[in-house]
């Protein structure tokens, strides 16, 4: 059972950038599929990005596309989420992902593990 942590989330204004990071909680996690995704408040959890068990192949949400960026470092067993340019509507709780198996998903469903959360406010 891979457990999951965040952390990095806190309030920004918007235009800054802020780094959000996600540790694992084993080694198999170098063999994982990983993604963030969020959730606003009374909204549907949604996709946000997703990286390969190799680091090299990554998908974002249109809504992210150009300002995030996710990256991985398996040695470290983390997966990190760098947002810049940030928004308002990007306020959300964030939540770090993973895949037992299989290749980079953008659905909820796809995703076996999930962290608790960190919350990322984004004022005018």
């Known amino acids: 059972q891979v457990q999951l942590v965040e952390s990095g989330g806190g309030l920004v204004q918007a235009g800054g950038s802020l780094n959000l990071s996600c540790a694992a909680s084993?080694?198999?996690?170098?063999?994982?599929?990983m993604a963030w995704f969020r959730q606003a408040p009374g909204k549907e959890r949604e996709f946000v990005a997703a990286i390969d068990w190799s680091g090299t192949r990554t998908v974002y949400a249109d809504s992210v596309k150009g300002r995030f960026s996710i990256s991985r470092d398996n040695a470290e067993t983390s997966v990190y989420l760098r947002m810049s340019s940030l928004k308002p509507e990007d306020t959300a709780v964030y939540y770090c992902?993973?895949?037992?198996?299989?290749?980079?998903?953008?659905?909820?469903?796809?995703?076996?593990?999930w962290g608790q959360g960190t919350q990322v406010t984004v004022s005018p």
């Open positions: 084993e080694r198999a996690f170098g063999n994982y599929p």
């Open positions: 992902a993973a895949r037992y198996a299989g290749v980079v998903a953008t659905t909820r469903g796809e995703y076996d593990y």
